[in-house]
């Protein structure tokens, strides 16, 4: 099959222009484009975070007005989630790499894989839209809550849309993955001896296949609602409030799964490869991501603890809550153990690792005490839960794609970057991060509800701190990108395999050829992750 | 240990402290023990890997004992969740109005106060009531919480312990003041809260008609000094000529009773240019002919 396509060029090489870009159908290609596009909106996301954060330096009024504040929040939730976090490790590593993991040549639906690209470009456009038409982007906080959503006369119909698009973006990925696992695995690798990156989209997939429309069908509702007066969520006429975020968290929920799962994966790459020996309860691992994917579905009602619901329903939401910490915590001491007797060589893509681990702990274990409910009703909508979930998105997720960039950038572009900057990098974006967000979890315990343009006198110290942390972070995120753009050009070029890894993507050329691999592929005796000595 | 200053921080602040006691012992435990191996298992240290696939009596042990430890966090945040949901028969009950960005509180007797007065050592209930959108009632200090629905009406007690002045927030996102919707809570004697609930309660030496456009909540939106705020100020505003769009087309006029009534009642029909719809309620019911009357002689007077 592949005898006729060369495998002398490299998948960058073997056709030129822009149309050979925009409608390639090579899994590569796509992944990179989607990185480009994902990479562009985080930066747009973390600007409008630093405005935000700027905004807060003090009480009162410092650069903006409420209104313009509620809007740059909404859009920074907007873009960072639905842009930025929901596709970001699947749409770019899952791309690129699940095949070659697979030790394939593609995905199983390139024309649809395609297809979602433009669909999250198409979804992009309409959320850059409410920038410029109508009455401003939207102002009512990325949840879109009822009835204020109905209310207001802001851009809403335009975000809500956006999102909708989006999610088909999603839902193709979903699938398309779920099918490339199941028909195209490398012959003899069964479910069990797949690399555990390749298990985690398993399991976010089956997340994005199920859920996602159930947010779609809820976004089509507020439209419906805004546009025809239907009275499903405004209670002025006749709707529930309620049943919206009953219906918004079902999904949302689950989203925050679809973006943590394939962070876990990432974890459970990097490690084996730098402590070069096997991965400590492979089974474990990977069956954890499908128990936290299906138990994930039944704990959305956490994020109403103070709706209004009825007590019994507190209780179960809470002990659910509880329960699906149990996989995601035996998750944490495998990657500990997989350190144990290991022989680590201490590279940036571990540090980002490490990283992950101490603030994904964070981030965890700060989601037990929003599970409890006594705890819960005191921090509830507080700057606890924006510590918390900063924590989880970006101090875990982000951190992982960070690692991951680092990890595969010299798979990809073939050349390798300044190690030592990118250390310097790393150690100013992980300082500034704990000061950007760990003050928030004070300020929550405190009192401070989220969402707040203004804030009270006693709140004000703890505010400064966290945004002089923002501006740590920036200059570790300028100096990590330079650092790589600079790289792409002029780092050393770097033959199959610099990591010293045993996973199959490093089998192959740097970077790929355009069907991946220019010799047959060949499985690991004794598992992905049975490093020979 | 605890400054208690109502009945519920107690509950709310064992579960806190026994969740975050124990995540802070596993943060640490953790985190140094990964440190440790990096460093005692560096190539340098340790050129050569050992592979262990996996250890039975470990994985088993730390199922379990986390299993067991976050039992018993939900039993301590559940311990303390159950009595704000058991209201004494004898509750004394406010109804908490929430709206754009106010709080207003309601006495058995029919009168309403902007800050809620409450008798220390009473059990007090409130019923949560949104003209609205979505609010919810915080009371950092005493560490309760509760969302404010339209069209549902929730609730939340408490029984104050400590006298003293404590901050009412609003902690669901409505809107571009939610930051500013702040009342205060007093917790006066028995004693001192019956001579205000005689004496101070509903009266006011505000003129009437300012008292009806307080106790609606217009002015945190409509400044009596000239402020833009979220909506026209009221100051000069009766008779002024204004340039409002109706029907997507800009027309000028007069700010007379007629247009008052109109903007009451149909808030969104007419909007004063350089202002955004969508953002007051009707007043259709809210306000009769009599108020409106004081109102605008209220107005009279802000020139």
Known sequence: MATAISTEKNFFEIKKGIASWLFTLDHKRIGLMYFYAIISFFLVGVILGLLMRLELIAPGETIVKPTTYNQIFTLHGVIMIFLFIIPSIPAIFGNFFLPIMLGTDDVAFPRLNLLSWWLYVGGAVFALLTLVVGDGPADTG????????????????????????????????????????????????????????AWSLYATSWIQLLATPIIGITLLMIVAERV????????????????????????????????????????????????????????????????????GYFVWGHHMFTSGMSGTARVIFSILTFIVAIPTAVKVFNWVATLYKGSIDVQTPLLYALAFIFQFLIGGLSGLVLAALAADIHVHDTYFVVGHFH????????????????????????????????????????????????????LGLMGMPRRYYDYLPRFTDLNVISTVGSWILAIGLIIMLWNLIRAKKTGEKVGRNPWGSISMEWQTKSPPPLENFDKLPELNEGGPYHYKH | MFSEASNFVKGVDTSLAVILGISIFFLIGITVVMIYFVIRYNKKRNPKATNIEHNNTLEILWTVIPTILVLIMFYYGWAGFKPMREVPDDAMVVKAYGQMWQWTFEYDNGKKSDKLVVPKGKAVKLDLISLDVLHALYIPAFRIKEDVVPGKTNFMWFEARKL??????????????????????????????????????????????????????CISCHSLDGTVLVGPTFKGIWERKQIIIRDGKEIEIVVDKEYMRRSLNKPNDDIVKGFNKGLMISYEDKINEEQLDQIIEYLKTLK
Not at chain 1, 157 to 164: D, E, I, K, P, R
Not at chain 1, 405 to 431: C, D, E, Q, S
Not at chain 2, 190 to 196: E, G, I, V
């Open chain 1, 228 to 295: 025809f007066g239907i009275g499903l969520f405004d209670p002025s006429i006749g709707g529930d409030p309620i049943l919206y975020q009953h219906l918004f968290w079902i999904y949302s929920h689950p989203a925050v799964y679809i973006m943590a799962l394939p962070a876990m994966g990432i974890i459970s790459e990097l490690i084996p490869s730098f402590a070069k020996r096997t991965i400590f309860g492979y089974k474990a691992i990977a069956y954890s991501s499908m128990a936290i994917a299906f138990v």
């Open chain 2, 164 to 217: 003293g002045e404590y901050d009412v927030l609003c902690a669901e996102y409505c809107g571009q003041r939610h930051a500013y919707m702040i009342s205060k809570l007093i917790v006066k004697e028995q004693a001192d809260y019956d001579n205000w609930y005689i004496n101070e309660l509903g009266v006011s030496t505000d003129p009437p008609g300012l008292s009806i456009l307080k106790q609606n909540a």
């Open chain 1, 391 to 442: 924590y989880v998105m970006f101090g875990g997720t982000g951190f992982a794609m960070f690692g991951a960039l680092h990890y595969w950038f010299p798979k990809i572009w073939g050349r390798m970057y300044n190690k030592r900057t990118a250390n310097i990098g790393f150690a100013l974006l992980t300082v500034g991060f704990n000061f950007l967000y760990f003050p928030m979890m004070i």
């Open chain 1, 142 to 197: 990325w949840t879109f809550y009822a009835p204020y959503s109905v209310q207001t006369g802001t851009n809403v119909t335009l975000s809500v849309l956006a999102a909708f698009i989006l999610g088909f973006s999603s839902i193709l990925t979903g699938l398309n993955f779920i099918v490339t696992i199941h028909r195209l695995r490398a012959p003899g690798m069964t479910f069990n001896k797949m690399p555990l990156f």
